[in-house]
C-alpha cells in the first residue's frame, strides 16, 4: 500500500469523508430553559425542595386543610406549656395556644412576607441594576455609591434602626416588614444584575441587533436582559430563604409583623418565656421556619447548578 | 450580624446582641442607634480588611489602574 | 503495514545524522476512549506515528479530530475520564502508554516538555514569571537560582530577562507570555517538546518570530518536537514530517512536502485545496469573470465616481484612556484613514491586533461615532443622518461579526434570529416572514428543518451561515465581515468563503472584509487596506499587493504567512 517510503495512507473506507459541517437533525430543538429544565427534573436536590416548597405553598394557602383548630382561639391558660394532646399534637403554648395549629396557620405569614419582599426587591434591583450596567456613565456613579452605602449596613441592624421611627413603630403590618427588607435587600440585586448585564451587553449579538436596528433600550429588553436572567433567578431564590428568616427575626424583636397576624417569628419570641421549661414550644416554629428556608436555598442551589453556563455543551 | 441579636436574646447570653435585644424590646431609640452605629463600623472595617487581603492575594488587582 | 514502515529506512534520520536510528518516540494502534454520559466514546483509534531524535512532525487535523488527545497521551495528561483503551506509546523502547503517575512526572519535563495552546490560561495570574520558571527547574532537580531562570527565560527570547522574571503574567503581551511558555517547556531540556498549537493565539508576525525561535533552540539542542496545528501550510513549513489526523484516525502520514504536492487520501486532497496559506488565487472560477469585467469596466466608470458606494476620508477616532483620578491620555485607534469601496467588489482590511481595523468596521456600521473625518455612503454623509435616516441607512448596511458564539443570541432559535431584521423593519406579515426566513436558509445552504434549533446546537461553520442569513434578510447593499471566518476550521472557513463569493455574484453585494488573515485575503478581496497602529499603510488592488508590495509592513506581513515560501505546482490536486 505505501508504494513511496513512509508515506502512508489510510484505506478511505475506514475513513469516510463526511460532508464538510452538516447539521445534525438527530435530537429534538433545545432552548436554554427546556435544557436547564431537563436538567433539573434529574437532581433529588430539586425534586426534594421542589416538592417542600409545594407543600408549604398549599399549607399558606389553605392552612384550614391541615388543623381544624383556629389558631387563636380557644386558648385556656389551664393548658399552658400543657403536652400534646388528642387533636393537639405539638402541645400548648404559654398563653394555652395550640401550637400545632399556629405553626399552620404562621406559614402564610412568612411566606407572603418572603415572596412580596423578593419581587419588590426583583422590581427595584433589577431595574436600577440593569440601567445603570447597560448605560454606565455618570447613572452608573451614583447607583453604585447608593448601592454601596446600603451595602455597608447589614439587614437586620439597619431594618433595626428604621424601625425606631415612629411611622413605623405605629404601623406595623406585613407591608411595613416587606417595605424595609425591600429598602435594604434591593442593592445586592441591583449589583448581581449590573454585573450580569455588563457581561452580556458587549456581546456580539446586542451589536448585531443594534445594527440592525434595534434601538438601545430595545436590545436591552429583547437581548440583554433574558440573557442576564440566570445569576438574578438564582439570587432571588436564595433571598427569598433569607428575607423569610429576616421578618422572624424582626417579629421576634417584637418590631416586625404586630402580634395580631400569626408568624413563625412572632411564635418564637412567645415560646421564649418558656425556654427553660419546655423547649418543645420553640422547637416547632424554629424547624418550620429552617425546613423553609433550607429548601428555598436548596433550590437556589439546583437553579444555580442548572444555569451554569459551562455546563452547558458546545 | 443579625443572628447575635436573636442568639443572645433567647439565651440570654451577656454580649453585644443582648444589649441590643434589651434595647429593642424596650425601644430605647439612641441605645438602638449608638450601638448599631458600633456593629456597621466593625462590619465595615471587616469589609475594608477582606477587600486588601484580595489585593494582597491577587496581584492582577494590585496592578490595575 | 506498519511492520514494513517501521523496517523501511526513513530518509531523515540519515540527514538528521543523530544517535542511533531507534525512534524517540513510536505510537502504535494508538486507541482512546472518553467516557461521557451518553457512554463511552472513542476519541481516537489506531493512531500511529514514529518521531527520530531530532525531527519535527506535525499533527495536522481540525477541531475534534483527536490530534491534541493523541499528544496529552503521549505525556501522560489525559482527562480524567480519558484512558488509553489500546496500542502503545513507545518512548525510547519504553512503553509509557500505561506508566505509573510516578514515572511520567519523572518523564515529564525532563525526557518530554510541554508548550501549551492557550498562552493567557497556561501562566497561573497569581505567581511571578520567574518563580513558575523556577518550580520547573526545581521538579527536575536542576540548579534553580535567580541567574539560571534569568538564562532559560532569555533563550527563549526575552529581553531583559531578569526584570522580566519578577513581573506577573498580565504584564506580559501575548507574544512575551508564549515565549515564557517555551521557556518553561524547554528548561530541561527535554528531549521531545510537544507544542500544541503554540502560535494560535498569536498574530501572525510575532507567530513566525516565535516559531522561527523556537526551531533555533531546538535545533541547536537537538529536541525533537511534536508540533499540533491546525494549518497545513504551518506544518508543512516546520516539520519534516506531516500526520494528517481525520476523525480520530490517522488518515495519512508521510514527507510534508511529498504529501502536499501529492496528497492520497481524500481528505487531505480536500485539505490541500482548502487551505489558505496555500492557495494562490482567488476561490472560485466564476467570480473571476466578474472580477475582468469589473477591470474593463473600471477605466470608464472611475471618473463618474458613482461607482464608490462607501468612501471614507481621513477617518480619526480618538479614545480617552484614563490615567488615575481625572488624568486621561489621548489613544488614536485610528488615525487617518481615508479609502474607497467601489460597488459589487470586495475590499479587505488587513491589520494585526490593535491595528485599529475593527473600530474602522464599527465607525462605518455608525456603532462608534468618529472624532474626525466623514464616511460617505452612496454620496452621504452618514454622520449626519437623522434617527430615521440611520434607521434605513440600518437596512443597507448590515455586519457579519467575528465570533460565531457570540453573534447569535442563545435565547433565541434560528428562525427568530433570521426574522428579528424584518420584525424590526415591520416587513410583511408573519406568513411572508416566514418564507422569506426558508428562503435565506436555502441561500445559506443550511436545512430549513434548523429553523427550530438553537444556536447552541449549531457548529461554528453553521452559525456563521446563521449569522449571514440573518445579515441577508433586509436585502442590504453592503456587508461588513469582521473576521468573519478567522475562528473557523479551514474546510469550513472555504466553504463559508464560497457561500459568500457566490452571494456576492448572485446578488451583486458589496463586501467590507476586516480580517488579520492575508491568506484569507488573497482568496476573496479585489482591494486590500493594510493598517498598522491606526494608520493606513498601503492600500492597492489586491493582485499589486500580494505581488509587489511597497511597505516594509506588507512585506513582512506578506513573509510571516506560513507556508507562504512553499510553492506548490498549480495543478496539485
Known sequence: ?314 | MGGAIVTEGIFNVPGVGNKLYQAVLRSEGPTIVSIVSVLVLVFVVANLLVDLLYAWLDPRIRYDQ | MRDKEMTTPDVRIEEAGTTGTRPLLEIRDLAITFKTSGGEVQAVRDAHLTIMPGETVAIVGESGSGKSTTALAAIGLLPNNGRVSGGQILLDGEDIAHASEQRMIELRGNTIGMVPQDPMSNLNPVWKIGYQVRETLRANGRPSGPDDIAKVLAEAGLPDAKRRANQYPHEFSGGMRQRALIAIGLSCQPRLLIADEPTSALDVTVQRQILDHLETMTSELGTSVLLITHDLGLAAERADKVVVMYQGRVVEAGPSLELLRNPRHPYTKRLVESAPSLASRRIQAAKEQGVETADLLAPAAEPAAADNVLEIQDLRKVYKLRQGLGKSTDFAAVDGVSFNVQRGTTTAIVGESGSGKSTVAKMVLQLEKPTDGRILFDGVDTSKLKAAELFKFRRRVQPIFQDPYGSLDPMYNIFRTIEEPLRVHKIGNSASREKKVRELLDQVALPQSAMQRYPNELSGGQRQRVAIARALALDPEVIICDEAVSALDVLVQAQVLNLLADLQSNLGLTYLFITHDLAVVRQIADHVCVMEKGRLVETGSTDEVFESPREDYTKALLNAIPGAKLMLPPEVA
Open chain 1, 1 to 314: 500500500m505505501t508504494s513511496n517510503n513512509s508515506h502512508f495512507v489510510a484505506p478511505i473506507d475506514e475513513t469516510p469523508l463526511l460532508a464538510t459541517d452538516a447539521v445534525k437533525t438527530d435530537q429534538a430543538p433545545l432552548s436554554l430553559w427546556s435544557d436547564a429544565w431537563r436538567k433539573l427534573r434529574r437532581r433529588p436536590l430539586f425534586i426534594i425542595s421542589a416538592l417542600l416548597i409545594l407543600a408549604l405553598t398549599v399549607v399558606a394557602l389553605f392552612p384550614g386543610l391541615f388543623t381544624s383548630v383556629p389558631p387563636n382561639e380557644g386558648c385556656e391558660l389551664a393548658n399552658s406549656e400543657g403536652g400534646p394532646t388528642a387533636g393537639h399534637p405539638f402541645g400548648f403554648t404559654f398563653q394555652g395556644c395550640d401550637v400545632y395549629s399556629r405553626v399552620i396557620h404562621g406559614t402564610q405569614a412568612s411566606l407572603s412576607v418572603g415572596i412580596l419582599s423578593v419581587l419588590c426587591v426583583l422590581v427595584i434591583g433589577v431595574t436600577i441594576g440593569a440601567l445603570a450596567g447597560y448605560y454606565g456613565g455618570w447613572l452608573d456613579s451614583v447607583l453604585a455609591r447608593l448601592g454601596d452605602i446600603f451595602f455597608a449596613l447589614p439587614l437586620i441592624l439597619g431594618a433595626l434602626v428604621i424601625t425606631q421611627l415612629p411611622f413605623f413603630r405605629e404601623n406595623k403590618s406585613v407591608w411595613t416588614v416587606v417595605f424595609v427588607i425591600s429598602l435594604l435587600a434591593w442593592p445586592q440585586m441591583a449589583r448581581i444584575t449590573r454585573g450580569a448585564v455588563i457581561e452580556v451587553r458587549n456581546a456580539d449579538f446586542v451589536t448585531a441587533a443594534q445594527a440592525l436596528g434595534v434601538s438601545k433600550f430595545g436590545a436591552l429588553v429583547r437581548h440583554v436582559l433574558p440573557n442576564a436572567l440566570a445569576p438574578i433567578i438564582v439570587l432571588a431564590t436564595l433571598e427569598l430563604g433569607v428575607f423569610i428568616v429576616a421578618e422572624a427575626t424582626l417579629s421576634f424583636l417584637g418590631i416586625g409583623l404586630p402580634q395580631s397576624i400569626m408568624s413563625w417569628g412572632n411564635d418564637i419570641a412567645g415560646a421564649q418565656a418558656s425556654i427553660r421549661t419546655s423547649p418543645e414550644i420553640m422547637l416547632y416554629p424554629a424547624a418550620a421556619l429552617s425546613i423553609t428556608v433550607l429548601s428555598f436555598i436548596m433550590l437556589g442551589d439546583a437553579v444555580r447548578d442548572a444555569l451554569d453556563p459551562k455546563s452547558r455543551q458546545r
